[in-house]
Structures are given as C-alpha cells and as structure tokens.
C-alpha cells in the first residue's frame, strides 16, 4: 500500500525557482572568488613595488580597483593576505616534477642547472617579492617557520643522496646536512646583491637568466663533485672550468 503521507512531486515552477537560487549563489561565490584573487594579484603587485613594510591595504584596494572595505571582507588583516601570496609564490620551488622535467636522475649538473634557474628568474624578475620573502619570513614567525620548512625540504634531497653519491665519506646524516647547507649558500647572497642591491661592483658584469644559473651551478657543481662538470655542457662559465690550482713549479717561477 502506498504510504498515505508520501510528499507530492514539486512542481515545475518551484523546482525552476530552487534551481535558479542555487545559481545566483553560485554566481555569487564565483564572483566572490574572483574578487579575492583580485585582491591578492593586487597584493603579488604592491608587495613587489613597495614592500611588506611600505605596504597599506588602501595600496592593495587601490590597486585592484576596489572599495577599501572590500579587502577585509576577504581577508583579516595584510599579514595574512601577504603570507597567502608569499606562500603561493614559494610553492613554486617545491615542484619537481615541472623543474625537473626530462632530466634524468643522475644528471646531477642539469638538476642543479634547473633549480638555479627558477631561483635566479625569481631573483631577476620578482626582486621585490624575493626581498619580501626575507622581510615577512624576519617580522612573521608564521610565515619564517613555513618558509624555512620548504627550504629544508629541498635540501633534504641531497641530504638523502649523500650516501649514495659518496659511500666512501661515510657521512652521518648530520654532517651530509651541514655539507648540504653550506653548499646550498653558493649563490644564496650574490642574487640578492646582483638583483635587489643591485650592487655596481656586480653590475658591471650584465648577465642574463641564464648565464646567471649556469655560473652558479658550476661553481656548487665544483663544490661538491670536485671536479668541472662536462665541457660540452657549458655555455657562458667556460672560463670557469680553467680555475684550477697551477704547479707548483709555475707558483715558484
């Protein structure tokens, strides 16, 4: 028997209506979505131009186009909104898969080649974003601890190759991390004062992306093989592969 309280079937013209309230407020997160990353394309922007010190939520709502208001609709206060950006940006350098595309595992020097050239093209075309990277990563506990845990993470991947690539050292991990650190500053510094500082002394030498990338490279290549790394793969840093210790006869002439 059929059950006497079933509901009626809703009629075309209410189930019209509900469809049409679900797609307004879809419409409405849409937009809603849209408007925030508005305002943090804007925020990528000021902080590249200004600074995370400079930097003012009239700048960002400014810059996006927006009412003032509209900003803390979305997000709390700048810090957060600075530290969503720098975050996204970070991320970047943790996609091996994309930065590593086509090379094979033990091509050690293209490896390197191709995180040194993410890193300098975001040195060279994002100097300011680099610079707030080290500002907010000082002034934000928050963002310094997620900062420095995706750059021990990269690291982490030579740490765990040490064994491998030298089982004779017979390393500890300890010391395979300390080894790792200190070869993980060739070139740290030097971006910082070629791209930000812009220091006259290094500007003298214009170099591009990739004769930047391929500079640091041989010298951590140097670094940690001890050896140059093949002739034919070397493009811009030939000059590079002669630095080499002379006799001692030619010292004593």
Known sequence: M?????????????SGAERSVRGEAGRHSARGEAARARLKEATARVLERLGYRQMRVADVTREAGVATGLFHHYFPDLKTATIEVLTDF????????????????????????????????SFARNPGTMR????????????GEIWR???YRRLELLVRAMPRLFPSAGLSDAE??????????IGEHVLAEYYILKVPALRELDLDEEQMAEWITVMFHRALFLENPPPARLRHAVKLAEMRRPRRDVLEA
């Open 176 to 185: 395979a991390r300390l080894v790792t650190r200190i070869l993980a500053g």
């Open 132 to 143: 707030c990277m080290v500002q907010v990563g000082d002034e934000e506990p928050e963002f």
């Open 90 to 121: 970070m991320i970047r350098f943790e996609d091996l898969e994309s930065i590593e595309s086509g090379i094979a595992k033990g091509d050690w020097y293209g490896r390197s080649l191709a995180h040194n050239r993410l890193v300098v093209q």
């Open 149 to 151: 845990a995706s750059y």
């Open 2 to 14: 059929l059950n006497a309280t079933r509901k009626k079937p809703m009629s075309s013209s209410s």
